[in-house]
């Protein structure tokens, strides 16, 4: 399933967040970026699941 895939290749950039410098503003914002666009993906695949 092309959408759980896709789930979890960017969980696994989620996660790698806190090896980053985390006090440079650039980081801080590319992480809200990618929090946000895995918590679009979870919603899309939880509701492809359920339907």
Known sequence: MKRYENYVSALDVLAKAPEQDLG???VQ???IDKFSLQFELGW???KRLLA
């Open 24 to 26: 440079n503003a650039f």
């Open 29 to 31: 914002s590319g992480v």
């Open 44 to 46: 899309k695949l939880i």
